[in-house]
């Protein structure tokens, strides 16, 4: 009796599987199946016939490259031509390329840009790079660095004077930019021996030094240091007034007086148509300091390639502030 009724038990079941099948598609749902299904080691290699994956205990995911989704589309059918995706391909490399090349980002980044205005220069004296300050706040930038992605030479920025005085052993100071400063970093040594920041005398040390690039010669005009008044007429003599008058801006009139200039106006001159007489005179004006700073590397060669290089501007930590590529 026992048997009968698991014999009947089975028969309903088998005949419920039978039912359930054809609801399902039965026939049809396999003859789909197959014709889909293609290469049956795919079921283990990454996915089955409809798509779906089937994974092993030991398998790790497969490398994907990046979503280009965006860009062609979710069937990739987005009528766009071959030249046009190489051309998104190619700036989804760039992009990559300059994420590598940037390295760590400082926090810094942004506040400081880099420039290569004399990079293929022949001589460390006339190569250099120009670095401008634009953030909301001073940055000292001593103790921050340049290296060349080609030679891997790093070179560290030093402190500089300011104000300079000539003949005098000058204290130097850390480079602190403001927002709209510049720096210009020159490969070789000073020719003054110590990096120093513009001023408004500047322009007299031309007469004494080379510099790449030139300094400003805008200086204070000679004339302002002669008040017309009847004590200094008296003192220096009409004569000198006029002569004041001829001679240009940042020169040192040196000893060719002409004969009717009084000795006290010689004096006066000697001792104030000169850089540090002019800075003893005007040091304390508002407009005295000017917005650039001149950094001196003191190398006797020249640092970045000729043809191509990749000068990273890094901080004191060794992040990257800003690069320049050429």
């Known amino acids: 009796m026992v048997r009968r009724i698991l014999l009947l038990l089975l ?9 359930l099948w054809l609801i399902t598609g039965g026939i049809s749902a396999i003859a789909q199946t197959a014709k889909n299904f293609v290469n049956p080691i ?17 398998q790790i995911d497969a490398p994907r490259g990046p979503d280009l989704s965006s860009i062609g589309g979710e069937s990739g059918e987005s009528g766009q031509t071959p030249e046009e995706y190489a051309t998104a391909y190619e700036q989804l ?21 880099i420039s290569g205005s004399a990079v293929r220069e ?4 006339h190569e250099y790079v120009e ?42 100071e850390q480079v602190s930019m403001r927002p709209g400063e510049t720096a210009i970093v020159v490969s070789g040594p000073s020719p003054l021996g110590v990096s120093f920041k513009e ?11 080379s510099f790449t690039p030139e300094l400003s010669s805008a200086c204070p005009a000679p004339s302002d240091l002669l008040i017309e008044t009847p004590d ?20 040192f009139p040196g000893t060719a007086y002409p004969a009717n200039i009084s ?64």
């Open 93 to 113: 490399s760039a992009r990559a390329a300059a994420l590598q090349t940037f390295g760590e980002p400082s926090p810094y980044a942004g506040s400081i840009a």
């Open 199 to 209: 001023n408004a005398c500047s322009g007299y040390l031309s007469e004494l030094r």
């Open 232 to 251: 200094s007429l008296r003192i220096y003599g009409s004569s000198c007034f006029d002569y004041v008058q001829t001679i240009p801006q940042c020169h």
């Open 131 to 172: 670095l401008r300050a634009s953030g909301g706040t001073p940055l000292t930038i001593t103790g921050w660095s340049l290296q060349s992605a080609v030679s891997g030479l790093r070179i560290f920025i030093p402190p500089a004077a300011s104000p300079f005085t000539l003949g005098a052993l000058n204290p130097s």
């Open 42 to 58: 795919n079921i283990f290699s990454g996915g089955d016939a409809t798509g779906s994956f089937i994974r092993l205990p030991w």
């Open 263 to 326: 000795a006290p106006c010689r004096t006066l001159l000697a001792n104030t148509l000169s850089y540090n007489g002019c800075v003893q005179a005007h040091r304390y004006d508002s407009s005295f300091e000017r917005s650039t700073w001149r950094i001196y590397l003191n190398s006797r060669a020249t640092l970045w390639d000729d043809a191509h290089d990749i000068i990273r501007l890094m901080d004191a930590e060794g992040r990257t502030v800003d690069v320049y590529t050429y």
């Open 122 to 125: 022949g001589a460390a004296a």
């Open 11 to 19: 028969l309903f079941m088998v005949a419920a599987l039978v039912v």
